[in-house]
């Protein structure tokens, strides 16, 4: 088994908080983060897929191919975008870098060969960044 | 004379668009940058201060002072900021990284040493970057 | 399950030898490691926690307090320190990057939430790095 | 068990084809990485060794050796070489990063420790890489 | 004057040597770099553009211009090529780093804004790099 | 004129403080860096050499010959060692990355070609750095 990892990168907009909590609650919880006026980040997106190297090729998928899938299902649905305002599953999801993997890796998965796993890294800024495997 | 040269870091929301062009103007000039849900970046940026070398002390500059500097007047202002809603100086002008660069100049600038040059590097992303030296 | 990860940096003196060991022995073994004046690096630090996304923060833990609590337990004991001379741990321990790592680890472990899985990442020079997880 | 990695490069040509395969159908799985005139890369090759920690050293393994292991093994062998024409181990497989990386684990390992766990990890381009543990 | 710098990427082989020496003097001269059956790298290339900032727009020049300029003039010629066999500007100078900036320099220049200034920045390793402005 | 630029690295121990001063000024003035214990960096050192690209080589100068002459005059130096104790140009000079970033300069520039210009650039940490150009 070998793993192929391919990084992206897009850029959006942000705020943490919940729409059930005060304005005092979301700033003690999220701090800056819950500004209501948003900030934003550069996001650096890694994709790994793990599988078997296929003899005839000597892939275990091609990059290229992978490359297109992230950007169809990733960069065009959040690159230059509100996350808050324009990505519906973050209508009822708080965009933490957790969660923007968790529906990083929800938006590729269906895409991919069953017999590959799948795992998702997600840079928010250059010091702070998640990973999420399924 | 010596440059010694500081890197820190803040990330804000933007858009870029005039009030005074139409919708369509603007995103036939700034394309997805005039989002108007607005975007985001980290911003990575680099002060330069150029003099000579104290023989006293073997500074140019306290490094310290400039980081505390650096974060008085810039971090401060904009960092977890949206720069069109809530930094003055992007009242009147398009916070393009240019503008941003400038903005940054001007406001260090007056606590400068005199005699030192100034020169600020601000890389709105890994592959786009901007330089001003006033 | 979701794993977070937090880069850190402090700056340290070390040299590796034991004392139960001759001058030459230390070299043999060491190499320039062993200087007996010290040498130093910038250690790159990155602390990875693991674990349950809370469904109301979005968060596997607040950034804000797991870079605090490295500050606390980590930097303001090594940062521009000697390890040899000055980390207690040291004093029976030689200051390689693996020990190093798993001092780090021992300090972090019981602050904790003991349902979260810990890893450390410890950069000696941008080509040499050690990682750990108990 | 600590992991300790280290880093190291080596630049060389290579082409992706198979010769039973008309040009057309190379071109058509492998678009212009078969190219017939060669292309190159910058390989960042991080080789990872999972072992204990001898307690006498502090070290899982000599960084200094395992640096020069991979020189003697991987470096000379490919920096400033044509992998397709020059090395062995590519006239019967497909110079991919994934085959390069399980050939490259290949020298390595009767070299290792059997004690010890080898993985490596190849950066083809600074955005594609390619992992494998055996 | 602001100055903006856009990063790419392009990938190519080349072998640097002279049809008018014997294969031993360009050895003595280019050492591994003249390998008869090529090697090559991963070239990070940097545009730097300076000019005023146009006040209507913020910009000095709209990046995405500059990106596809780079694309159209340089990547699409040079990225996955064999710079000596398939680049015409190489049939008569040897491809080191300092002539392919050079060439680079050359491509653009009759694009650009004759207002402006430009300059190169071409890495041929992360260690190795040239810089050229006309 | 062409630019070619060479990154290396070495690291070494520290501390920054004058003997005419006592303890208390001396970290008033220069802080945690004062530490009489020592602290240390990894120091990545670019050297910069601008000149004419010679038309037979199509080389500013080979960088094989610069790296070799920074590893003789430099690394050899201050590699793994301690820059007060060890270093005899930082008997009368406190090594701040200023001072360092001559004393590289002045080592270096004897050994250069008359009509080529030299500049050093020194990182510190890799937020702090310095140039400097004669």
Known sequence: MVTISR???????HRLYRKDWSDQKNENIFGKCSNPYFHGHNYELIVHVTGDVDPETGYVMDMKILKDLIK????????????NEEVQEFQSKIPTAENIAIVIYDLLKPHMNPRHKLAVTLYETPRNYVSYSG
Not at 7 to 13: E, P, R, V
């Open 7 to 13: 990084k992206s990168h897009f850029n959006a907009a």
């Open 72 to 83: 169809a299902e990733v960069e065009d649905k959040m690159d230059h975008k509100n996350l």
